[in-house]
């Protein structure tokens, strides 16, 4: 796409890097790349938006040469849990047992070498018929990490894991247990957030919002 747009000509010195890998099958509608070019800032959202239906490119920032999108202050993610018949206390409880900082080896899929520590800053659930609409931030995650919570919550809320199971697991990461991974697709990246603002498009916010409807509305 940004070859094609004539932006990058070569790859290795457009040191083309992003800020986020999410799961197959996991949306974002708020991943950063970053990319050294000679265009102009002002012409590349118009050319990029010329052609392209994919991809939705709302906001540009102009940083310096050690600028490395990974490390972001915050990431916010989305995921889109299924009310059915839940328990909405116990739900919210459970979530709060995972905010603050935890060692995650039962809640995520730890590569070797990798800190299973990690701070969660907030957990927060609204309730939007037929979901619970679960927003997470911090400043990084491990592999899986969100989906594995998402599925504690879960098994919390239909009555078949207790809190203190849950408990003990974060408190005890060399008992290794298991809780499952909630599907990808309900999940999605919704902001990376750095010490410094973009400058968006005008309407960007409206668009944004037609693209996470249409994503739940086939969830």
Known sequence: MLGEQGFITDIKHACFRTASRTDKGVSALG????????????EIIPKLTENISEIFVYGIQLVDS????????????????????????????????????????????????????????????TEQEPFF?????????????IRRIISALKKAGDGTLTLE???????????????????????????????????????????LAVFEQALTSSL
């Open 31 to 42: 991943n950063v790349c970053a990319f050294n070019t000679s265009t102009l800032k002002e």
């Open 66 to 125: 050690v600028f490395y999108p990974r490390y972001a202050t915050r990431r916010d993610y989305r995921y889109y849990l299924r009310r059915d018949d839940l328990d909405s206390d116990a739900v919210r409880a459970a979530a709060a047992l995972f905010t603050g900082e935890h060692n995650f080896q039962n809640f995520a899929r730890v590569e070797p070498l990798k800190n299973p520590v990690r701070t969660i800053d907030r957990i927060v659930i």
């Open 133 to 145: 609409v679960i927003d997470f931030s911090a400043q990084t995650y491990l592999w899986n990490q």
């Open 165 to 207: 199971k849950i408990r003990y697991a974060l408190d005890h990461p060399e008992q290794r247990v298991d809780f499952q991974v909630a599907p990808p697709e309900p999940l999605i990246l919704k902001e990376v957030v750095y010490d410094f603002s973009f400058e968006y498009m005008k309407g960007y916010a409206k668009k």
